[in-house]
């Protein structure tokens, strides 16, 4: 079975500074797709980032980007310049042939 | 476009009673899902439909949850009778034809308090 695994509950950054979220996942599957969400505390989760595990180059929106490990299985979400509205909770999601999968998230806190 | 429609924002009621959740999601996709977001957790998937189908319920407590999406369009969860482990955020997302490199589109989710 698939499982999808953040072990950081909260993470603190300073504004304007770098951080990285780290998320690992456990599949016996080659073709499948990764994802990261936000969930600010309004509670609309929004899409992040996607990445698709056939595609070695790793993915960048903007300010985010992906360090994808796809031996170590490891999908980690780097955010640069960090701003006080990146401050929220980030679900890793792994997406399946039967499966789409949460992990427990990672509450970032953004200092001024 | 509008964006996935729930409601109500929020409920509150005593363990063993009843409660029904509504979710209209993005014109035009096929594929919708509940999930329960108990605090400090990820969404928990407990139901899936495809049109008027359902793909997976698998994790759906059914002597106690239903749902329905009987037209294909918008969607129902019922819990009945309620207990207190089921105080949570109920989720709703859509995605056009639940490929697995889609994204899913959330609501705000309805929170529930069960006293």
């Known amino acids: 079975a698939q499982t999808v695994t953040q072990s950081q509950p909260e993470m603190s950054v300073q504004e304007a500074e770098t951080v990285t979220l780290s998320c690992t996942y456990d599949t016996s599957e080659s073709d499948y797709y990764l994802f990261w969400y936000k969930q600010p505390p309004s509670r609309q989760m929004i899409l992040v980032i996607r990445q698709e595990a056939y595609k070695q180059q790793n993915a960048t929106e903007n300010r985010f980007s992906v360090n994808f490990q796809k031996a170590a299985k490891s999908f980690s979400l780097k955010i640069s310049d960090s701003q006080l509205g990146d401050a929220a909770m980030y679900f890793c999601a792994y997406s399946g042939t039967y499966k789409y999968i949460f992990g427990t998230g990672t509450r970032l806190k953004v200092l001024a | 476009e509008a964006g996935v429609a729930q409601s109500p924002r929020y409920k509150i009621i005593e363990k063993r009673q009843s409660v029904a959740f509504w979710c209209n999601p993005i014109s035009g996709h096929a594929t919708l899902y509940w999930y329960q977001q108990i605090l400090g957790q990820g969404p928990k998937l407990l139901i899936q439909f495809q049109n008027n189908g359902v793909v997976d319920d698998s994790q759906l407590p059914k002597d106690r949850f239903s749902a329905e999406r009987l037209k294909g369009v918008d969607s129902t969860l019922k819990i009945q009778p309620a207990k207190l482990e089921d105080s949570a955020v109920y989720l709703c997302?859509?995605?056009?034809?639940?490929?697995?490199?889609?994204?899913?589109?959330f609501g705000d989710g309805t929170r529930l308090s069960i006293l």
């Open positions: 997302a859509s995605s056009p034809t639940g490929g697995r490199n889609q994204p899913q589109h």
